[in-house]
C-alpha cells in the first residue's frame, strides 16, 4: 500500500510504555514521520489500547480503552505506532471486540486500516528511508511476536537499518523467539519468562553483537533488565531512535527494578 497524499496528517499513537519509560522514541518516531513527509499530531485524548484487559479476559474494560482510542483517531490519514504489539491490537483486535455491535465494528474497521506500525509505514507506505544517519557497531534485531505473526514485520526494519552508515546488522538463530515478556504473561509466569529471557540472551551472545535493536519496547525493557541483572554489556535501542540517530546521545533502557517471587518484568 503505497501512500498518494501529499503531506499525509499522521497521529502517533505514542504507547503506555514508550510514555513512562522511554520518551526518546516518541520523538524519534515524531522525526522520522515529518522527515518522510508526513504532519504529525500526538493526540492528547489518547490512552491505553487495552490490551492488557484484552490479554485478561476483561473485555468491558477493553472495549472502554478501545472506543477512548477510535474516538481520539479519528480524521487523520493514518495512525503510526512505534509498536508491533499495540499496533496488532488496534489493527488487527478492535473489529473482534466489536464484532457485536455495528456500528461500532464498522468504525474499527476504518481505523484499523489506516493503522501501521512505525517501520512497516515508513518503508511500504511512504517508501521513505533515512539519509546521512550513522551509528557504529554491530547490532542483531529481535523480532517481537506481535509484530512478526500478526503484522507480518520482518524485512522492513532491516532494510531500513541498511541505510545506517557504520551498522552491521548479524542475524541471531533465535531472532523470531519469544524474549518471555508477553506482556502479562511475564507476571503470572516469572520463572518460565525468566527461563525465556535467558535462552534468548545467550543467543545474542553468540552473534557477538553491542547491540540490539528492536520495535517493541516491552521485549527491550525484558532483554535489558535481564542482561544488566548478568553483567552483559550490550546496548538496547528501539529500531526508531537508529534510524533517527538519536541512540548515542542518550542512556540505556534504564534497568527494570525486581520484584517478589519473580523477574524480568
Known amino acids: 500500500m503505497k501512500n498518494t497524499l501529499k503531506n499525509p496528517a499522521v497521529a502517533l499513537y505514542v504507547t503506555c510504555l514508550v510514555d513512562l519509560n522511554r520518551p526518546s522514541v516518541g520523538f524519534a518516531s515524531v522525526k522520522l514521520l ?3 513527509g508526513c504532519v504529525v499530531s500526538v493526540p492528547e485524548l489518547q490512552t491505553c489500547c487495552g ?9 468491558a474494560d477493553a472495549r472502554a480503552l478501545a472506543l477512548q482510542v477510535i474516538d481520539a483517531f479519528e480524521g487523520f490519514d493514518y495512525v503510526v ?3 508491533g504489539s499495540c499496533g496488532s491490537m488496534i489493527s488487527t483486535h478492535y473489529p473482534e471486540l466489536f464484532k457485536d455491535d455495528p456500528k461500532t465494528h464498522a468504525r474499527a474497521v476504518e481505523l484499523s486500516k489506516r493503522t501501521f506500525e512505525l517501520s512497516l509505514f515508513l518503508f511500504v507506505v511512504m517508501q521513505f528511508t533515512p539519509e546521512g544517519v550513522s551509528y557504529t557497531g554491530t547490532a542483531t534485531y529481535h523480532d ?6 500478526e503484522l507480518g514485520i520482518k524485512v522492513q526494519p532491516r532494510a531500513l537499518l ?3 552508515d557504520g551498522l552491521k546488522v548479524v542475524e541471531s538463530e533465535l531472532a523470531e523467539t519469544c524474549c518471555g515478556f508477553g506482556g502479562l504473561f511475564c507476571v503470572k509466569y516469572s520463572e518460565i519468562s525468566g527461563a525465556m529471557v535467558d535462552r534468548k540472551i545467550d543467543d545474542l551472545a553468540k552473534t557477538g553483537c553491542d547491540t540490539l535493536v528492536g520495535g517493541d519496547l516491552g521485549c527491550l525493557m525484558n532483554m535489558a533488565g535481564r ?4 553483567g552483559i554489556d550490550i546496548k538496547t535501542w528501539h529500531v526508531a531512535e537508529v534510524l533517527a ?5 542518550i542512556p540505556d533502557i534504564p534497568d527494570i527494578p525486581d520484584i517478589p517471587d519473580g523477574e524480568d518484568i
Request: proline share 9%; charged share 20%.
Open 34 to 36: 515529518e522527515s518522510a
Open 51 to 59: 490490551q492488557p484487559a484484552y490479554n485478561a479476559g476483561d473485555q
Open 81 to 83: 505506532v512505534p509498536s
Open 144 to 149: 517481537s511476536c506481535s509484530g512478526l505473526r
Open 162 to 164: 541498511e541505510s545506517v
Open 227 to 230: 542482561m544488566s541483572r548478568r
Open 245 to 249: 540517530q538519536m541512540a548515542p546521545d
